[in-house]
C-alpha cells in the first residue's frame, strides 16, 4: 500500500492542489498529520476535501484552536488574529467535523502518526537531541509527525542517530528506505507554509511493500493564495511568508 503523507496545510487550496496533482498515481490512500486549517484563507474548502478524501487524520493545535478548543494566550498576534479570523469563516458542519478530529498518535497499516511528538501533540521535534528523547518511547519503527513545518526526520539505526534530509532546492525529491530494524521520526514537510526556506510546498509517500519514503518538494501559486489572504482581511504578513518558506 502507497501513502500519501500530508501535514500543515493550514487553509491553503493552491498548495494542496498542487501536491495532489504531482503525486497522482503515486499513492493508494492520503493520510494527514494535522493543522488542515489556519493561517490559509480556504478552510472549509480543505475541510471538505478531508473529509472526502483522508483515510486517516489527526488534530494539530491550530486545528483545535480554530474549533474554540484551545486557550489563545500563547498565540503570537498574527496567528491569534488569523485563529479567530479562521473560527468565525468555518461553517457550523466544519466546525463540527473539526473538533470530533481524535489526537495523535495513531497507528495506520504498522506505522505512527502523531502531529507533533508521540508523546506530546504540541512539542517540537526540532533537532536530533529532540528526536534521542523519544526514540526509546516509540511503538513503532516509522512515525510521522508535523507541526514543524520543516520536512526530513531523525533516524536511529545500528545505534547510530542521524538526520533525514529533505530534497535540496535544485532537486524535486529525495529517497529513504526504512529499515526494519531501526526507528525513524519524519516529517513529510507543509503543504500549506514551509518554513524551512523552500517556499515549495512539502509531502511525503511511503510504501509498505518496498519501505520506501519519497520526500517531494512542489511549487505552487502563492501570489493567488497572498491575494487571497489579503482580499479576506487576514494578517498581509501570512501571505508575504509564503514566498520565503518562512
Not at 486549517?37 to 484552536?65: K, M
Not at 516509540?138 to 512515525?143: H, Q
Not at 516529517?187 to 507554509?193: A, D, F
Request: net charge negative; glycine share 8%.
Amino acid at each position: 500500500m502507497r501513502y500519501l503523507v500530508v501535514s500543515d496545510i493550514h487553509g491553503n487550496w493552491e498548495a494542496l492542489q498542487s501536491v495532489l496533482n504531482d503525486a497522482r498515481g503515486r499513492y493508494d490512500r492520503i493520510v494527514c498529520c494535522g493543522d488542515l486549517v489556519g493561517y490559509g484563507p480556504d478552510p472549509n474548502r480543505i475541510i471538505s476535501w478531508a473529509r472526502e478524501n483522508l483515510f486517516a487524520c489527526i488534530r494539530g493545535n491550530h486545528d483545535r484552536a480554530c474549533c474554540g478548543m484551545e486557550d489563545l494566550e500563547w498565540f503570537n498576534p498574527i496567528a491569534r488574529e488569523a485563529t479567530i479570523w479562521t473560527m468565525a469563516a468555518l461553517s457550523e458542519d466544519s466546525l463540527t467535523w473539526l473538533r470530533a478530529l481524535q489526537p495523535g498518535p495513531i497507528v495506520v497499516d504498522g506505522f505512527m502518526v502523531a502531529h507533533g511528538s508521540p508523546l506530546d501533540e504540541d512539542e517540537y521535534l526540532m533537532t536530533l537531541q529532540d528526536a534521542a528523547n523519544i526514540f526509546g518511547y516509540l511503538e513503532a519503527n516509522l512515525t510521522f509527525f508535523g507541526h514543524t513545518h520543516l520536512q526530513g526526520g531523525f533516524a536511529w539505526v545500528n545505534g547510530n542517530r542521524k538526520l533525514i534530509w529533505r530534497p535540496m532546492e535544485d532537486q524535486e525529491e529525495s529517497m529513504l528506505r526504512v529499515d526494519p530494524d531501526g526507528l525513524y521520526l519524519m516529517n513529510p514537510g507543509s503543504v500549506g507554509q514551509p518554513r524551512d526556506a523552500d517556499a515549495r510546498a512539502g509531502y511525503a509517500v511511503y510504501d509498505t511493500e518496498t519501505r520506501n519514503i519519497t520526500m517531494r518538494r512542489v511549487v505552487y501559486d502563492y501570489e493567488a493564495v497572498r491575494n487571497k489572504i489579503e482580499a479576506v482581511g487576514l494578517p498581509p504578513a501570512l501571505g508575504l511568508r509564503l514566498a520565503f518558506g518562512r
